[in-house]
């Protein structure tokens, strides 16, 4: 971390999407949890602030099953859509933790190792979610592939994410899972979503760069 850098991060907290390394070591990746099992209340990252904000109250009985939230410096655009033949809905990377534990509240940072994921599409815009473990959890942590998932803990996700914002009955759905894909695929993704994410938003050198020159004037 550099001098500028240093002091920004004594001023303010680091912001979880873009001052936040996504990086760990052995495979394991950081991942900010927005929403954790028991949230009655839809919350998500405020852009501008880093804050964790109220996005909207669930609007039906189904709560997200998983840890979830996003990996930092991600960016779902053209890459992360490429495979799809579509685009990125611009925003990070979104992740479902899994974890036997019991989290009180979200904006938190756990350590996650992919596993798999859903090739979700909402309103014609890539919105892909990478499934992870949490490290050394006691149930979970062990597993490593999408293979090593009970089929119906992959229903109870699938079905969350295909009506979390659906009207009972509705047609068309506004939300598709055309494919399910394991690990080389979440490895894929989550390396397609940071080339978009430096193509968007630059290095964190580039951003400092330009921010000392604008000092500098």
Request: proline share 8%; glycine share 12%.
């Amino acid at each position: 971390m550099n001098e500028i850098e240093s002091l920004l991060a004594q001023l303010n907290p680091s912001h979880p999407w873009h001052g936040v390394s996504p990086l760990g070591e052995g495979g394991v990746y950081t991942a900010y949890i927005e929403l954790v099992p028991t949230d009655g209340v839809k919350y998500e990252i405020d852009k501008p602030s880093g804050l964790l904000k109220v996005d909207r109250p669930q609007k039906y009985s189904s709560l997200c099953p998983t840890l979830y939230g996003f990996i930092p410096r991600t960016y779902c655009g053209d890459r992360v859509g490429a495979p799809s033949g579509i685009r990125g809905d611009g925003d990070p990377l979104d992740i479902c933790v899994l974890t036997e534990k019991g989290f009180s509240h979200g904006d938190v940072l756990v350590p996650a190792i992919p596993i798999g994921g859903l090739r979700m599409i909402e309103r014609g815009e890539a919105d892909d979610k990478v499934l992870a473990v949490l490290r050394d959890d006691a149930t979970y942590g062990g597993w490593r592939d999408l293979a090593e998932v009970p089929q119906g803990l992959l229903d109870r996700l699938c079905h969350y994410f295909l009506t979390y914002k659906e009207m009972p009955g509705a047609v068309p759905r506004r939300v598709e899972i055309p494919e399910i894909y394991g690990k080389a695929g979440a490895l894929d993704v989550i390396a397609r979503a940071m080339e978009d994410y430096r193509a968007e938003f630059g290095t964190p050198e580039e951003r400092a760069g330009r921010l000392r020159a604008w000092f500098r004037g």
